[in-house]
């Protein structure tokens, strides 16, 4: 079966590199040397499973573009990518005070039990935030290894470091977005925040990085990988919006207790009672996190009015679009089958 294939084997391509470098690369041994303990708990946390989205789109455009696998050389720039990730997921964690990461304990969590919750005058969350610093210099470092010419290199930094603020700005963006009325938000401003916090730099960062070092490519490319990589992402975050309901069976949804705002809440306050959305606005204003009742009632309120099937639909839409402008890249039908199974593999859902 063709679908899957694609994807299955650059993510253990990814794996492998990734595993190489934080094994075997001077530059992770001589930042370990600093402290064993806690980089064995980085290590730890970067290894831990997980689609390694961003390493496999960038190969996969690099190879569509070039038409041939991306050389060993190259190899620093998925692990870059991945190193990136984990700074992100690592602050992300902290933010959210979660205590789980796929399905483990967050780096956080690792280093309060480590430390028996203190090192000094400095926690887990102080050592974790730290860390998280560390992996995007290090990644920023390496990415600069790349071999290739000057003009290239500039041109791939200047986008990684342009993802990075716009990503820092979608963040920015929801935090600030739980402290509107619902009334004051709409799709199209829920989806800045999505495009700014997931879709540059999880789709079109990596895409257009890969389509930039194949050096066949140019702005038109560019500007369709953007508009291919923003579908892809709103499709990816809606959907990782109705997990988090749908996996919260035995416990809490993190965008509930968090009061995020997504697509499945703004659905559901515009479609219910007029007494079901005074209790919406109420616990959306609470200065804590949602309890577990609260929570409770806020899902099934989502479960009951219709907004997982729309969020399905506005998902299925979004994947559909990114799939759709797939065929208009000046790439060989190979390069553009195997692009296609990878989004389509990464957006399904259930």
């Not at 084997?9 to 492998?16: F, G, Y």
């Not at 304990?105 to 203190?118: A, C, E, I």
């Not at 953007?226 to 919260?248: K, N």
């Amino acid at each position: 079966m063709r679908l899957m294939g694609s994807f299955v084997k650059l993510r253990k391509q990814a794996d492998s590199l990734l595993r190489g470098f934080v094994e075997e690369s001077d530059a992770w041994r001589d930042l370990a040397s600093s402290s064993p303990d806690i980089f064995r708990n980085i290590k730890k946390y970067c290894l831990a499973d997980g689609k390694r989205l961003r390493p496999v789109l960038f190969m996969a455009s690099y190879q569509a573009y070039k038409g041939e696998p991306m050389p060993a050389s190259l190899g620093i720039v998925p692990v870059a990518l991945e190193l990136l990730h984990g700074f992100v997921l690592i602050h992300d964690d902290l933010v959210d005070r979660a205590e789980q990461r796929r399905n483990k304990p967050s780096l956080q969590r690792q280093l309060n039990s480590l430390f028996g919750r203190r090192l000094g005058h400095s926690t887990g969350e102080d050592i974790a935030l730290v860390s998280g610093d560390l992996l995007y210099a290090l990644a920023m470092r390496i990415f600069l290894q790349a071999p290739v010419g000057p003009e290239l290199q500039l041109a791939g930094m200047a986008r990684l470091t342009d993802t990075a603020l716009l990503t820092g700005r979608g963040e920015l963006l929801e935090m600030l977005a739980t402290a509107k009325n619902l009334d004051s938000l709409d799709e199209e401003s829920l989806f800045e925040i999505y495009d700014f916090k997931t879709s540059h730099y999880s789709f079109c960062c990596p895409m257009i990085l890969g389509a930039l070092f194949s050096e066949r490519s140019g702005r038109t490319e560019e500007a369709l990988l953007t508009r291919i990589g923003l579908a892809a992402g709103r499709a990816f975050q809606i959907a990782d919006d109705v997990d988090d309901i749908l996996s919260s069976a035995n416990k809490s949804s993190s965008d509930l207790v968090e009061r995020r705002r997504t697509l499945l809440l703004l659905w559901t306050r515009e479609r219910v009672k007029l007494r079901e959305k005074r209790m919406i606005d109420k616990c959306l204003a609470m200065d804590e996190p949602l309890n577990s009742e609260m929570s409770s009632l806020m899902k099934d309120l989502i479960c009951t009015s219709g907004a997982l099937d729309y969020a399905r639909a506005r998902s299925l839409a979004c994947k559909k679009e990114a799939l759709s402008l797939l065929p208009k890249l000046h790439v060989s039908r190979q390069g553009r089958e195997k692009l296609e199974d990878i989004i389509d593999c990464v957006l399904s859902i259930d």
